[in-house]
């Protein structure tokens, strides 16, 4: 099994493009999340989703936006991005409200210039 | 909102002893989750071990045990036989009965001295 692909893995953009950060899983899980890592900082939630169609805010949701067309992909993106916006970039998915854990993507590492 | 501490940023242990690395967490919620997990330096989130709040006994993986002291609310990790392979980071994280995700505490690095 893939588990949580995340894609791509490095990413630099400048100040003020817009990208997305793509997330797919193949377990049929029906919650998955974004979080962000920063140093020092653990990991923070962005965004999550209990099943298709369904989204909402994390602890820190300001600059990104999310979607959740089917239950497989969850993309991130990011409309504009600012320096404040690198980091690195974890999604992840879960069955039964992630009660027996969270399986995590391998991460997207963004550097904003 | 809950809040996950984790007190020790850096600890360092000998190759075969034992180590314990401290987690502490606020919530108000009487059903709830809570997680280790490790962090290699190749990035990948690997879950340790996990203890339902509802259950007394502490959970055990292997070498990994925890120390869940409900009433102090705190969820130590107990390592023991330490190896190279444990050297990362290590993240507590709490999972409350909602459908959001997890809250993590900000990490301990664990050197592994050979």
Known sequence: NAGVTQTPKFQVLKTGQSMTLQCAQDMNHEYMSWYRQDPGMGLRLIHYSVGAGITDQGEVPNGYNVSRSTTEDFPLRLLSAAPSQTSVYFCASSYSRGLYGYTFGSGTRLTVV | ?114
């Open chain 2, 1 to 114: 909102a809950q809040t996950v501490t984790q007190s020790q940023p850096e600890m360092s242990v000998q190759e075969a002893e034992t180590v314990t690395l401290s987690c502490t967490y606020d919530t108000s919620e009487s059903d709830y989750y809570l997680f280790w997990y490790k962090q290699p330096p190749s990035r990948q989130m690997i879950l340790v071990i996990r203890q339902e709040a509802y259950k007394q006994q502490n959970a055990t993986e292997n070498r990994f045990s925890v120390n869940f002291q409900k009433a102090a609310k705190s969820f130590s990790l107990k390592i023991s036989d330490s190896q190279l392979g444990d050297a990362a980071m290590y993240f507590c994280a709490y999972k409350g009965g909602g459908a959001d995700g997890l809250t993590f505490g900000k990490g301990t690095h664990l050197i592994i001295q050979p």
